[in-house]
């Protein structure tokens, strides 16, 4: 089993839906969790960052951490044509593992207008 | 703003061509890692650097060197290509202690 799970989509909406975006992990020492956004034929970016459990909010995106189940979710809300990307998430072990980042397949997302 | 540069976008090399890919980041980051990506694989750590001259394994570090002799600098070996190291490779940077990496726009290898 993979450490971290992404269901890889393709994801294909209309704009002004909202998306839910999720990962499973495996591993319960997993302490931090992230977000990441690639445009075509660029290098990932970071969209959301969180350490607990419980939800985080940014403008139109929520990240959720569910630790009990293992379960990490990104939310947007009226999804735009610009958020057309692949979304990667990621954990971070943290402690003598701080840094070295786990990531999923990631899922490819459209958003047609 | 952070700046990561990988010298080559796009590289076609032949079976058992030595390969350099290079990185550059311009914020004095002491962390740096590279990754490749692959459909349905997601990206896997092949190696990191916590600073000048130090480096670790990542997941799949086999048939890839690096070296970091410089701070802002960090470079990947393949000292003999083969067909299945065809893959995009993303160089990240990060400062020591922060979570977020910044990557780079990717070196796309293509090994015949």
């Known amino acids: 089993q993979k450490e971290v799970e992404q269901d890889p989509g393709p994801l294909s909406v209309p704009e002004g839906a909202i998306v839910s975006l999720n990962c499973t992990y495996s591993n319960s020492a997993f302490q931090y969790f992230m977000w990441y956004r690639q445009y075509s034929r660029k290098g990932p970016e970071l969209l959301m960052y969180?350490?607990?459990?419980g939800n985080k909010e940014d403008g139109r995106f929520t990240a959720q951490v569910d630790k009990s189940s293992k379960y990490i979710s990104l939310f947007i809300r009226d999804s735009q044509p610009s958020d057309s990307a692949t979304y990667l998430c990621?954990?971070?072990?943290?402690?003598?593992?701080?840094?070295?980042?786990?990531f999923g397949q990631g899922t490819i997302l459209t958003v047609h207008p | 703003d952070v700046k990561v540069t990988q010298s080559s976008r796009y590289l076609v090399k032949r079976t058992g061509e030595k390969v350099f890919l290079e990185c550059v980041q311009d914020m004095d980051h002491e962390n740096m890692f590279w990754y490749r990506q692959d459909p349905g694989l997601g990206l896997r750590l092949i190696y990191f650097s916590y600073d000048v001259k130090m480096k670790e394994k990542g997941d799949i570090p086999e048939g890839y060197s690096v070296s970091r002799e410089k701070k802002e600098r960090f470079s990947l070996i393949l000292e003999s290509a083969s067909t299945n190291q065809t893959s995009m490779y993303l160089c990240?940077?990060?400062?020591?202690?922060?979570?977020?990496?910044?990557f780079g726009e990717g070196s796309r290898l293509t090994v015949l």
């Open positions: 990621a954990r971070d072990a943290g402690g003598t593992s701080y840094g070295k980042l786990t």
């Open positions: 969180t350490y607990s459990s």
């Open positions: 990240a940077s990060r400062r020591h202690g922060t979570g977020e990496l910044f």
